[in-house]
């Protein structure tokens, strides 16, 4: 259990009307709990997915939709820090100074955060559709050289 008694904000709201998927809100609560003062903690996708009883690919999906929403960031492989808004501090001062300190871009309370969100994730959608289309169409022309090969063999006799 935490032992952090202050956050910067009370999120509770704005998480609610980001319309996360379950497994992104679930690994948001994992991580707050788990995490340093100043939302900091060091933990694999792997062990992640144990806590949560998800998928590998599961986990890294929300975390995807975690980081779209700005919500948690990665820092490196297994290191992930909480947006200072949503962290665990141990005194309402630190909490104050690390919202204070924080980039307006990362900010949860600016204008259209969550309509920015939802851009973010439709574009990140039309990506991964873009993606699926390119990888199709690549199997396709495979497919078809291959079957042109077949039709070009002569039987020898």
């Known amino acids: 259990m935490s032992t952090l008694r202050f956050a910067a904000v009370n999120a509770d709201g704005l998480l609610s009307d980001l319309d996360l998927p379950p497994a992104s809100y679930r690994a948001l609560l994992k991580l707050r709990a788990l995490s340093e003062p100043g939302g900091r903690i060091t933990i694999d996708q792997g062990s992640i997915g144990e806590l949560l009883a998800l998928s590998r690919p599961s986990v890294n999906a929300a975390l995807r939709t975690l980081e779209l929403a700005k919500l948690v960031k990665k820092v490196r492989n297994g290191v992930y820090q909480i947006n200072p808004m949503l962290a665990g501090y141990n005194s309402p001062q630190d909490a104050v100074a690390a919202v204070s300190a924080m980039p307006e871009g990362d900010?949860?309370?600016?204008?259209?955060?969550?309509d920015s969100y939802h851009r973010a994730v439709a574009a990140y959608q039309d990506q991964l559709a873009q993606q699926r289309k390119k990888r199709a169409a690549q199997a396709a022309a495979k497919k078809a050289a291959a079957a042109k090969r077949r039709g070009s063999l002569h039987a020898v006799g």
Request: hydrophobic share 50%; aromatic share 12%; glycine share 12%.
């Open 107 to 114: 900010r949860l309370d600016a204008p259209g955060f969550v």
